[in-house]
């Protein structure tokens, strides 16, 4: 019963290439969002997006593109993979658009992205 | 200076002692606070949030709130092996459409 997944777990790949990661929550969430943890294992806000709409947009190169199907997936591609991409990409989820006092944001496993 | 500070450790406590996390946070319009636990390899995991002033208690942990001095700690009582881990303070100013701004994590180790 896994409430927020992420495919793959693991990616390693050369420099230059295009890849995606998936994420899907069952929790019945309204907001998703994508993270960015680097080797010094600070956790940073990428993406959010509440029914499809794009609310939070930090400053992340256009190579990255994120794309919500519907309120339950949010998917991450990366285009023109760099060095520097390498990291831990998670993807959260929480019941409201606007933080409530006590809003959870669920994280799901993590996607480990290798670039060689 | 970075938004959400906290020492990056590692904090050694022995078994049974307090284990006393602090973070402190730069912007005055934060108003709800969250403890994360990140174990190694894993994805972080809420503890407790706090937004009133003063301490909120779970079980052996406890959040202290003082935003005059915009100040959070977590304070875990009768500190297990189990319980190392990085803990992950996190800020949400309401006025940001839910975005938690992280510190960089303290990492607690407990000895035997």
């Known amino acids: 019963d896994t409430a927020v997944s992420q495919t793959p777990k693991y990616l390693v790949t050369q420099m230059g290439n295009d890849k995606s990661i998936k994420c899907e929550q069952n929790l019945g969430h309204d907001t998703m969002y994508w993270y960015k943890q680097d080797s010094k294992k600070f956790l940073k806000i990428m993406f959010s997006y509440n029914n499809k709409e794009l609310i939070i947009n930090e400053t992340v190169p256009n190579r990255f593109s994120p794309k919500s199907p519907d309120k339950a997936h949010l998917n991450l591609h990366i285009n023109s993979l760099e060095l520097g991409d390498s990291a831990v990409y998670f993807c959260?989820?929480?019941?409201?658009?606007?933080?409530?006092?006590?809003?959870?944001?669920?994280f799901g496993p993590g996607t480990r992205l290798l670039v060689l | 200076q970075k938004e959400v500070e906290q020492n990056s450790g590692p904090l050694s406590v022995p078994e049974g002692a307090i284990a006393s996390l602090n973070c402190t946070y730069s912007d005055r319009g934060s108003q709800s606070f969250f403890w994360y636990r990140q174990y190694s390899g894993k994805s972080p995991e809420l503890i407790m949030f706090i937004y009133s002033n003063g301490d909120k208690e779970d079980g052996r942990f406890t959040a202290q709130l003082n935003k005059a001095s915009q100040y959070v700690s977590l304070l875990i009582r009768d500190s297990q092996p189990s319980d190392s881990a990085t803990y992950l303070c996190a800020v949400i100013n309401t006025g940001t459409a839910s975005k938690l701004t992280f510190g960089t994590g303290t990492r607690l180790q407990v000895t035997l």
């Open positions: 959260a989820s929480s019941q409201e658009r606007v933080a409530g006092l006590g809003e959870t944001q669920y």
